[in-house]
Every structure is written in structure tokens, then in C-alpha cells.
């Protein structure tokens, strides 16, 4: 037996009454689990096997997969799944997390990150956080993208520049390329703004909303470059019809 607190990043329904669930756990990372019969209404492992929820588990080892045995609920963030906007956010972030994390890779810090940014999704504007969490789980993964200086030559850039999706990060006028995406000033110090959101008060940037649209087209096309298959979270997201 394996006991770990768990975040339930994706649950499927499987079999007769079964569901499969993938979990990031504070010991071994990401790992998957059936949890037989959890779709019947008096299982009680019904209320706990829930997206976003953060339980004690307690899982068998299989050959192939493991079996969810006991799952206590630490904190079922359950506001985010009553709420549809909070909801598609929040599974864009526990999807990001299962696309770029490895199988078995024990992260601490990636766990409690995790929390964070779910806790954010839950108490701030979501869409916001959500971004916010993409980038720093691509930072974190060692993903990029690079905004501190030209990812080809590496000169400090200051000022407007460009972005470069082949390269994954910012460059120079001198190194631009004819796909390269202008990338104002502004947006720069809002992705600068972002990766550090939920370390602390830190000061927002002046940034316009088309700074923060422009943002995250960007940073959801080089996501969807580097995953190399398209998200279902977007397209939930694009239900909600938020622009
Ligand atoms: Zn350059």
C-alpha cells in the first residue's frame, strides 16, 4: 500500500461503475489509479473522486495500474466546480499540469505550486490565474519561454521586440524572422507580472487589455506548439465565449 495526498488533475469514467483518475501526488508525482466503483451514487469514494480535489490516498499497487483503497478529502475545491467559468479554467490548469509532467516524477514544489494556483483560480479572476499558472508550470517544466534577453544571439532587449515560437522566446529586431510575432514592451512586463503571481503583493503592471488578450494568444500558441496536440480545456474555455 501507498499513502500520499493527492490533486485529482482528470477523472474518466471506465467500465461498469469504474473511474480512472489521473492524480498528482505529493510523493510520487503523476500517477493514474481506478477507483472501482466510484460512480455508483453510496461508493465512498463518489464525493472524493472529483476533479480538483485534494485528498489523503491511500492507493494499492497493480502490475499495470494502481487501485484507489481510501481517499480522505483535504479540500474538495468545490467552488470551482460549481462555478462554469472557474470550472474550464481550473481544468486548463490541472490539463497543462498532466501534458508537461512526466509519470512517477516525485515534485514538492510542482505540488504545492499546484495548490496555489488552484486557490487562486477559486479567489481571483480565473482566466488571469489560469494564465498565470500555464506559464509558470512551462517555466517550471524548463518549457521557457525565454523573455530575458534574445533567445538567438542573447543581447539584452530593451524596449519592443519580437517573439519567435520556433525558438520559444523573445528576439531582437536584429534576429527577427519574417513569422516573428511583435511583442510590445508592455507585454513583456505582464509576462514578467505573471510568472511571479501568487509569490506575494507584487505590484500589477500598467498593461491594457489588449496587452493581456495579445499575452495570451501568444503564450496559449507556443503552449499548444510545445504539447503538439491541441487542449480539450480550450475548447470549453472557448464555449464560455469570453474574449
Ligand atoms: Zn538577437
Redesign the pocket.
Known amino acids: 500500500m501507498k499513502k500520499t495526498e493527492a490533486i485529482v488533475l482528470s477523472v474518466k469514467s471506465w467500465g461498469e461503475a469504474d473511474r480512472i483518475v489521473t492524480l498528482f501526488s505529493k510523493e510520487y508525482g503523476k500517477t493514474e489509479a481506478v477507483a472501482y466503483g466510484a460512480r455508483k451514487p453510496r461508493s465512498a469514494l463518489a464525493a472524493s473522486v472529483q476533479l480538483f480535489t485534494q485528498a489523503e490516498m491511500t492507493l494499492a499497487e497493480g502490475k499495470r495500474i494502481d487501485t484507489l483503497k481510501q481517499c480522505h478529502i483535504m479540500r474538495s475545491f468545490r467552488t470551482l466546480r460549481e462555478d462554469l467559468s472557474r470550472m474550464a479554467y481550473g481544468s486548463f490548469l490541472t490539463e497543462v499540469c498532466e501534458v508537461l509532467t512526466m509519470d512517477g516524477e516525485r515534485d514538492e514544489e510542482l505540488y504545492e505550486r499546484l495548490l496555489l494556483l488552484l486557490e487562486m483560480i477559486e479567489t481571483r479572476n480565473p482566466r488571469l490565474a489560469a494564465l498565470a499558472g500555464a506559464l509558470q508550470l512551462m517555466k517550471h517544466g524548463g518549457f521557457g519561454p525565454i523573455t530575458e534577453r534574445?533567445s538567438?544571439?542573447?543581447?539584452a532587449?530593451e524596449g519592443d521586440a519580437f517573439f519567435d515560437r520556433q525558438l520559444g522566446g523573445i528576439?531582437?529586431e536584429?534576429?527577427r524572422q519574417t513569422d516573428s510575432i511583435p511583442m510590445r514592451e508592455s507585454m513583456r512586463a505582464f509576462i514578467a507580472w505573471l510568472e511571479k503571481l501568487g509569490d506575494g503583493p507584487i505590484e500589477p503592471p500598467r498593461v491594457t487589455g489588449r496587452d493581456m488578450v495579445d499575452t495570451e494568444k501568444l503564450l496559449i500558441a507556443y503552449l499548444t506548439d510545445i504539447i503538439d496536440r491541441p487542449l480539450r480545456s480550450l475548447k470549453f474555455i472557448a464555449q464560455l465565449g469570453d474574449t
Open positions: 534574445c538567438a544571439c542573447g543581447c532587449v528576439v531582437c536584429t534576429c
